[in-house]
């Protein structure tokens, strides 16, 4: 067991919290109910934990300042506090203009100088910052690619500060893509050296481990030990790399959500009214969900045009189903997801104006964020949960679709290439989300599937989520980084 007396440093881009001034000229800070969150509310009753990150807005003055990073010492957190232009440069020009779209796939990605000048800037605070705190025996965990060259600049600082016994682990949350497309990054080197700098690393599935250790060893001068059968615990074992005389483990962790909280949710009076009013509402028909950030990376196009196809393929079926799709906003001062909300919308115009029937549409798009009541109402009723991904860290709306389905039994609609279908493939039905002839079989043997099978398939994907909780993700990942501490 860890030691109580031990720190767990968790350093990401962004706090999980919000800091709001009132009206007094103080600050107040309150605390997010994320999945990383809950995946460490279990460690914190023996361990203390110390969140780093950016919270989301610059406070110039330094008095203010001071009473602002009170609010957050209350809540355990540390802001580090960015110029809005170098925060703009580092987050959405480098972060998600470049990293992103090459950690999804995608290749013909722009490269531009001053966004990785930035990029490099913002990780060289947060490890002046980090460093300044740490103490030796504490325990660092980084998130996400916002991140990729912080490990390596914390290393750094704590050995010329002499502070050895410090484990560094890095979890990314995205696909580590093929090589093809990771060696489109003309950095690519100097950010595989900074997640090197860790003890331990971590993917959400096995395809990205191996890719990125393909990368590695194809791009830096370096040596793969396969690991195989060390640390039980994690998905396939721990991949070991020895890079610059230091040993890194690599491993499959598999995240996941805390299905108590939907389950909870079900048995609330808000929650129950609103099923109770959803269903009435679509009692005649097959309700087909979606609920996706509104990102290329989510396929929404290609879901649309195949669920048109579905239409024009099954028209008997038209005045039977419905799509609800939920299209989160995200990114709205970016240019391509403006264009692919406009996109969007007149695909959206397009199957309302040929497939509407005098019993009504047969897609509801709701372009906005849903509360935690109908977002949890919505996964209740629903028949049919579809997700079309064309690259996914995981997709934890599968997961929670499925904790809101006891006895019900929804079919899960699961594209390939979305990560949960590693773990989640075989209780659902899944399929290519290029392929608009698959998706629409897949939608029509959803909506056609028999009770027997629908249950078969459902009690396959429930013992899944109810197994991989976000809980158990946190304590295997920090047990696992525990072990590689150096004692005296």
Known sequence: MPDKKRRLIIVSNRLPLSLKKTDSGSYESSLSSGGLVTALSGISSSTNVRWFGW???????????KTAQKALNDKDAVGIFLDEKLAHAHYNE????????????????????????????????????VAASIQDGDLVWVHDYHLLLFPQYLRERLEAAGKKRVPIGFTLHTPFPAEDFWRALPV???????????????????????????????????????????????????????????TVHTGTFIVGIDPQKFMDGLQG?????????????????????GVDRLDYTKGLVQKLQG??????????????????????????????????????SQLVGKITGEHSTPDGSPIVYMHHSVPFTDLTALYRIADVCLITSRRDGMNLVAAEYVACQKDRYGVLVLSELA??????????????????????????????????????????????????????????????????????
């Open 55 to 65: 919270p989301g807005t610059n406070v110039e003055d330094e008095e203010e300042r």
């Open 94 to 129: 480098f972060s998600n203009g470049i990293a992103w779209p090459i950690l999804h796939y995608h290749s013909g990605v722009s490269f531009n100088e001053d966004a990785w000048k930035a990029y490099q800037k913002v990780n060289t605070i947060f490890a002046d910052t």
């Open 188 to 246: 690519q080197k100097e950010l595989l050296r900074g997640v090197l700098a860790c003890d331990l690393v971590g993917f959400h599935t096995d395809e990205y481990k191996r890719n990125f250790i393909e990368c590695c060893s194809r791009g830096l001068e370096l040596e793969v030990k396969d690991g195989h059968g060390h640390d039980p615990e994690v998905e396939g074992g721990c991949d070991e790399i020895v890079y610059g005389g230091q």
């Open 269 to 289: 009076e808000g929650v129950r009214a609103r099923v109770d009013e959803l269903e009435d509402m679509y009692k005649r028909k097959i309700v087909i969900l």
């Open 307 to 344: 669920y048109e196809h579905f239409l024009a393929e099954h028209p008997e079926l038209k005045s039977r189903v419905t799509l609800i799709q939920v299209a989160i906003p995200s990114r709205e001062d970016v240019k391509e997801y403006q264009e692919l909300e406009k996109e969007l």
């Open 419 to 488: 990560g949960a279908a590693a773990f989640m493939g075989k209780g659902s039905i899944t399929f290519n989300p290029s392929s608009a002839q698959q998706l629409s079989d897949a939608v029509y043997q959803a909506a056609t599937m028999g009770v027997e099978e629908k249950k078969r398939r459902y009690e396959e994907l429930e013992e899944f989520v109810t197994t991989n909780t976000s809980a158990k993700w946190g304590e295997t990942f920090t047990n696992v980084l525990w072990g590689f501490a150096k004692e005296d």
